[in-house]
């Protein structure tokens, strides 16, 4: 359980009570607890007037404190979810969400039980060439690979050149990896690029973040005549 979440104790009809913090919460054998995933279905006439109430009193408080609030105040039915729980809330965490994907029963818990289905986006297959290498990745369709790709969650018309080196990374959709570029724990957002021979190295705990339409330069040395 990660700090700040909150968890429900189910009553024997299934109703929500003592909703605490996590960090508040000490496991005893056979009790049962949930986590609260930070997702509520709520009657929109009776949010509104929630939001309207604590307007009127002025408490600043946001929909998800109002919603734990009414949780408290008029109880709440749980729907159990037993499968995979990838919280973002950070640039660490989205990180560590993508990697998850790369475990097969993550994969297929997420989005083959129950698929997710999004605009389609119907395209050529992704090109592998002959001197690409990939090894534990997912890859989009309508890229191009002719380096090395590993440990990396890959979107769609990504191309990475030959002798490139990417590990441990999520190359949004669009991305360009130029030759001879090497990136490590790296996270780059849509149609950014990374010229030939940049080197970008993050850690797990720091990836390092490329923006959106960003170019990325290898440092040119001076030559003196």
Known sequence: MLPGMLVLELTDNGLARDLVPAERIRHVKGEQVLVYLQASVVNADILTIACDRELE?????????????MMNDFGANVVVHEGIHLPVHDVKSYFEANQALLD?????????????????KNEAPARFE?????HRSLFGTGGSFAGTVQDSV?????????????????????????????????IMDKDAIIEPGVVLHGTPEMPIVVGKDA???????????
Do not use: C, W
């Open 57 to 69: 009193h002025a408490t600043g408080k946001n929909v998800q404190a109002i919603i734990r609030r």
């Open 104 to 120: 097969y029963e993550n994969y297929y818990s997420l989005l083959m039980e129950r698929p997710v289905h999004t605009k389609a």
């Open 130 to 134: 002959h001197t690409a290498a990939t």
């Open 154 to 186: 890959v979107f769609r018309t990504v191309t990475v050149a030959e002798d490139a080196k990417v590990r441990h990374s999520v190359i949004l959709q669009g991305g360009q990896i130029g030759a001879g570029a090497d990136l490590d724990y790296v």
């Open 215 to 225: 170019v990325v330069r290898a440092k040119r040395e001076e030559v003196l005549n």
